[in-house]
């Protein structure tokens, strides 16, 4: 599986979230479905009213994982294995080693203790064979 780290120049999660409302845009305007997986109900509330709002003339239809699944980007908490294209990690965890997409994306700023968990999470995916890349963003 692809595997793709944005490693980020900011110690920001708030940041790292409109980073990640970027790439989930573009990645629904070239038509994929995504699951992004956060740590808890309130991180997924959070980050459900910033894709609403992170660009006055963005729409990216989207919808809680206890709403629907229906949507191309579907946000939540819990696991969640439907086939969706891309697997977007705002989560501290590992995701499901059975994953049904074809890429995983980790976005890491410069907290030292997300930095460590995400080190972690990068040997576990290359024990797991992912093809890996990082990309420096500034």
């Known amino acids: 599986m692809r595997t793709d780290f944005y490693l980020l120049t900011t110690d920001s999660l708030e940041e790292r979230d409109q980073f990640a409302c970027r790439l989930?845009?573009?990645?629904?305007?070239?038509?994929?479905?995504?699951?992004?997986?956060?740590?808890?109900?309130?991180q997924a509330a959070k980050f459900d009213l910033l894709l609403w709002s992170f660009r006055p003339d963005s729409f990216v239809p989207h919808s809680r994982l206890d709403a629907s699944e229906s949507a191309p980007v579907i946000i939540g908490h819990a696991q969640f294995n439907s086939p969706l294209e891309i697997w977007l990690n705002l989560s501290q965890e590992l995701p499901p080693t059975d994953l049904a997409c074809r890429r995983l994306i980790e976005i890491v700023p410069t907290i030292s203790t997300v930095q460590d968990a995400a080190r972690q999470r990068f040997r576990h995916y290359r024990t797991l064979g992912y093809t890996l890349n990082t990309h420096n963003v500034n």
Not at 24 to 42: R, W
């Open 24 to 42: 989930i845009e573009k990645a629904f305007l070239a038509k994929h479905t995504l699951y992004v997986a956060t740590d808890s109900e309130e």
